[in-house]
């Protein structure tokens, strides 16, 4: 429903801020976004309008979710065996 | 009131199924029998023996907005589009071209100045002689700017079409996807991106002519991606040669600045137009050589293979994302910036 | 972490653990023991999830339906001829790219433009805003389309005090009224919902309790990368098992229970729920949002007599009744069962909402004939 992308806050000029998606620079809107944003922030843009502040260790806890869910359901093991053989087939990609 | 499709869309100039149904419909009536390929293969141009040898014809008319844009600009579109076209086919020494322009009166001197200078440099670099040409000017209003069209002409002793795929063979790109499109599209929609989006726009005979000699006979399908981007070239690929495509994803080259626009505005890289880009399908033996010469190329250095030919499915081009298999569907007209 | 490590860092793409929660996901289905639907009401989800191909490493007992999730796709006939007839007597209307070739009764918007109308495509409603104030003689309607995620950009404008010749036609679209919609049904079988996170941005997932606690179905609110989905997928099988109807929030870096206030303060200072008709659904309680009366004077439907009857194909609004695309959202039919799919619905004349979204069911099914198995292709 809609293309939410995360960008870095690079600058604040009263209700815009110019805002980085990886290269990209684009100006984004104040008007509706959750909390106050400082540069430095992480934002998500809908339609030119931040719709979200995005606290930066979000990313890790995020990754700390996908474990729990797949503990609670017993597939941890399997998971650390996946990334096991991840690890073995990334070294010998770069071999 | 008449129904909607009595009228031409936009949908039918931006090289997808809207224009492709225009075509056979209305133009392939045009089509007749000639000793090589016509009109009916709806090749990037035409080949008609003569003698021994081949004489390779392409044409097209550019009418990009805006005119000037970061990378590039109509003049050098305009050769380097023709050019590719040549090259495409396996023709890599063109003749000459012609250069035939449709201005808008008031339009600026300045500009025709600087379009002219670029085509000056681009034929230059794939050097090919601009032979002749024609000049119309018409009322204000009457037509957009400017509109340039080229014709090519070359010989070449071997055609390349772009229906040679068999099961097996692997496609390459010559370099990174969506370069030209994500730009022109950054600036048209007023979509206010800045940061690197430039066009690729480039003559690429001289790449083709490496690509060609380290290949030979292995080189089986070349296309240039651009309108319709590398899904309409795999597409018809798949469809002429009668295989099924698998694309690998990951290994798709696109610039961080293009994913990221691609991602802002829900266009995928691989539908977008690029400029300066070929597809070359290869029989899988000569993937090596024909790589290793395309790298050492400039405008070749980040070429790598992008898909397998199959016997499944023909005409089908499925696209391997990683997580998994989907159908990729064939681009429907213009592209516009989505936001769901 | 510089933007460029979010994105190259984006655990949440990362193929192998998504292998491990595929497999995950097979086993609670397996332990189900029984076929069993989940529903996302979401065309982003399903972008995301037909872009990654995600469909191809779930379980065949799992059937991951599309509801009616695109709000493009379920902006009814009559209102697309409303932004076609404004376009036709001479107003600027501006629109996202995704409506310009949904076609009303009989005509879209591109076939407005190609015929000389002014239609502009923008990629935000403020450029809507800016083209009004640089066009002041023309009369600037901007057709507000989207769930409450981009209706609530729709209500910055407006509590922005536009220019005088600046307006808004709405046809936005509210994403709880979808699942009601679903819920309510008596034949559905859907047993599990995955919510739209960005909507759930804006509204918070505390408004999906009740809906949860009515339903006696669990509903998990997603984000859009491959790992949000298979996670969230992975968590309702896990609720359904338990037969726990719960909520559980699995898009944590973005989604908070309570949503975001002061959005909502401005979404419901603008806009109201209404009901109105679905494109081949029927009348959807609270399904469409209306500018309030506090806004009429930026109501284009208000501001102008809306004259449709040079636009409209009553034939055609008849056929449109034998669109079948509400049960094929349920799960309950498919593209082959609707007498109009083929004929009068095809891909550049679409009737119902499965066949005008580019990953519809009938869309799909137009295309390749069915949805392809490619699990075994190329291997």
Not at chain 1, 67 to 91: N, P, Y
Request: proline share 5%; hydrophobic share 45%.
């Amino acid at each position: 429903m809609c293309l939410g992308v995360p960008g870095k806050v690079l600058a604040i000029d009263g209700m815009s801020a110019t805002v980085d998606f990886f290269g990209v620079r684009k100006e984004l809107r104040l008007d509706i976004v959750d909390e106050p944003v400082s540069v430095g922030d992480y934002v998500l843009n809908h339609v030119g309008f931040a719709i979200r502040r995005i606290p930066p260790d979000e990313v890790q806890e995020t990754l700390a979710l996908f474990d729990q869910i797949l503990d609670v359901s017993g597939a941890k093991a399997d998971l650390m065996a996946a990334d096991v053989r991840g690890e073995i087939a990334a070294a010998k990609h770069k071999e | 009131m008449e129904k909607p499709q009595a009228k031409i869309g936009l949908k039918h100039g931006s090289g997808g199924r809207a224009m492709r149904q225009l075509i056979e419909d209305v133009f392939l009536t045009l089509a007749s029998p000639v000793d090589g390929i016509g009109l009916s293969a709806l090749d990037d141009g035409a080949a008609i023996r003569v003698g021994d040898r081949w004489l390779v014809v392409t044409t097209d008319s550019h009418v990009v907005h805006p005119i000037f844009f970061p990378g590039g600009d109509i003049g050098r579109l305009s050769v380097s589009g023709t050019v590719n076209d040549l090259a495409m086919m396996g023709a890599t020494e063109p003749l000459g071209l012609t250069c035939a322009v449709v201005l808008e009166e008031g339009f600026p001197r300045a500009d025709l100045e600087r379009v002219v200078a670029s085509m000056r440099e681009t034929a230059r670099e794939a050097n090919a002689p601009i032979v002749t040409g024609d000049t119309k000017v018409m009322g204000k209003g009457e037509v957009d700017g400017i509109v340039l069209n080229t014709t090519g002409v070359a010989l070449a002793d071997r055609v390349v079409s772009d229906a040679g795929l068999r099961a097996g063979d692997l496609v390459i790109v010559t370099g990174t996807i969506g370069d030209h499109g994500m730009a022109i599209m950054s600036r048209r929609h007023d979509l206010r991106l800045e940061g690197d989006l430039r066009s690729d726009v480039a003559p690429l005979n001289g790449l083709v002519r490496e690509a060609l000699r380290a290949g030979g006979e292995d080189v089986v399908a070349m296309k240039d991606p651009t309108r319709g981007g590398v899904a309409g070239v795999l597409h018809e690929m798949a469809a002429k040669g009668k295989v099924g495509i698998v694309i690998d994803e990951t290994a798709l080259p696109v610039r961080d600045e293009v994913r990221a626009a691609g991602e802002m505005i829900g266009i995928d890289p691989l539908l977008v137009a690029n400029e300066g880009k070929a597809v070359i399908g290869v029989r899988a033996r000569s993937a090596d050589k024909v790589l290793a010469a395309l790298r050492a190329h400039p405008l070749g250095a980040s070429a790598i293979v992008i898909a397998t030919a199959i016997g499944e499915r023909p005409g089908a081009v499925i696209l391997d994302t990683g997580f998994g298999k989907r159908m990729l569907a064939e681009p429907e007209g213009e592209l516009l910036p989505r936001i769901c | 972490m510089a933007a460029k490590d979010l994105f190259q860092e984006l655990k949440f793409r990362d193929p192998v653990r998504a292998r491990a929660l595929s497999e995950a996901i097979g086993h609670e289905v397996a332990a189900l023991g029984r076929r069993v639907s989940v529903m996302h009401v979401c065309g982003s989800h399903e972008q995301a999830i037909a872009r990654f191909g995600l469909r191809a490493v779930l379980p065949p007992d799992l059937e991951l339906i599309m509801g009616p999730g695109c709000p493009v796709c379920v902006t009814d006939g009559p209102e697309v001829d409303e932004a076609v007839a404004l376009a036709v007597q001479g107003a600027r209307v501006c629109t996202y790219g995704d409506m310009l070739r949904l076609p009303g009764t009989a005509r879209s918007l591109a076939d407005a433009q190609a015929e000389g109308a002014k239609v502009d495509v923008v990629y935000s409603v403020s450029q809507a805003l800016e083209l009004a104030e640089k066009h002041p003689a023309d009369e600037v309607v901007f057709l507000g389309s989207g769930f409450e995620t981009t209706a609530v950009a729709t209500a910055a404008v407006a509590l922005a005090n536009p220019p005088k010749n600046f307006s808004i036609l709405s046809v936005h679209k509210y994403v709880p009224a979808a699942m009601n919609v679903v819920a309510e049904s008596p034949e559905t079988n859907i047993e599990g919902y995955i919510a739209a996170g960005h909507a759930a941005i804006i509204t918070g997932w505390g408004i999906f309790e009740p809906f949860a606690a009515r339903t006696g179905k669990p509903v998990v609110v997603a984000g859009f990368e491959p790992l949000d989905i298979l996670a969230a997928i992975l968590k309702l099988t896990e609720l359904m098992r338990a037969g726990k109807p719960e909520v559980a929030n699995v898009y944590p870096r973005c989604v908070t229970k309570e949503g975001n206030l002061a959005a909502q303060r401005s979404l419901w200072k603008v806009f109201r729920p209404v009901t109105g008709r679905w494109r081949g659904i029927a009348e959807v309680r609270d399904g469409n949002l209306d500018l309030t009366p506090e806004y009429a004077h930026l109501d284009a439907r208000k501001r102008f007599r809306i004259d449709t009857s040079p636009v409209r194909d009553e034939e055609a609004e008849e056929a449109a009744k034998g669109c079948i695309c509400g049960s094929i959202m349920l799960g309950l039919a498919n593209p082959g069962d609707c007498a109009l799919f083929g004929r009068a619905c095809v891909p550049e004349s679409p009737v119902g909402a499965c066949m005008v979204s580019s990953e519809g069911q009938c869309r799909i099914w137009h295309t390749y004939g069915g949805v392809p198995d490619l699990r075994k292709v190329g291997t």
